[in-house]
Nanobody
Framework: QVQLVESGGGSVQAGGSLRLSCARS???????MAWFRQAPGKGREGVAA????????YYTDSVKGRFTISRDNAKMTMYLQMNGVQAEDTAMYYC????????????????????WGQGTQVTVSS
């Protein structure tokens, strides 16, 4: 059974930084993984995605240049480095895992991912 566990969320002032982690247990780790977020009253949106080896990374426009996705396959952990956070980044952040090596064209759709974590809250104060 695949399990994803996020950590690293918390409260931070605007302009600050946070590093989120997603630890995975179970088989088939080396697949496309992603971070999504969901703000109160809004749908879940894709933030960043990374291919199995980490060679290919993808970002939604609102976080380009501020967030960095990475992974350590030896540790079976994925990360999201968040710099220059803004109030609009406040949300519950979820990690997700697909069953494909390369991230699909529909990488920002929740249906593209088979496994989800429980989420970690990020709150940015101005």
């Amino acid at each position: 059974q695949v399990q994803l566990v996020e950590s690293g969320g918390g409260s931070v002032q605007a302009g600050g930084s946070l590093r989120l982690s997603c630890a995975r247990s179970g088989s088939e780790y080396n697949k496309c993984m992603a971070w999504f977020r969901q703000a109160p009253g809004k749908g879940r949106e894709g933030v960043a995605a990374i291919s199995s080896t980490g060679v290919y990374t993808y970002y939604t426009d609102s976080v380009k240049g501020r967030f960095t996705i990475s992974r350590d396959n030896a540790k079976m952990t994925m990360y999201l480095q968040m710099n220059g956070v803004q109030a609009e980044d406040t949300a519950m952040y979820y990690c997700a895992a697909a069953t494909t090596i390369y991230c699909p064209a529909q990488r920002w759709q929740t249906a593209a991912y088979d496994y989800w974590g429980q989420g970690t809250q990020v709150t940015v104060s101005s």
